[in-house]
């Protein structure tokens, strides 16, 4: 399903907002490395939707879950 250009930038655009607020979670508030781990996993999470939002294509997580329940 296809969405209108400005729904992807908008959804692009919320997924870029959540990328940044990782960084300040990454680099201000926490002090364990479990805390960095969840902060890079959020990261990496909504980077790589914020890209297939844009280009309108599955994200990661959604392709391997494809591969994995044919």
Known sequence: MSDYPVERLY???WH???VMLGLYELRRTHHTRLGKALAVGMLLFH?????ADALDK???TRRILECLRP
């Open 11 to 13: 959804k692009s655009a």
């Open 16 to 18: 870029i907002g959540l």
């Open 47 to 51: 980077a790589d939707a914020a890209v």
């Open 58 to 60: 599955p994200c990661l």
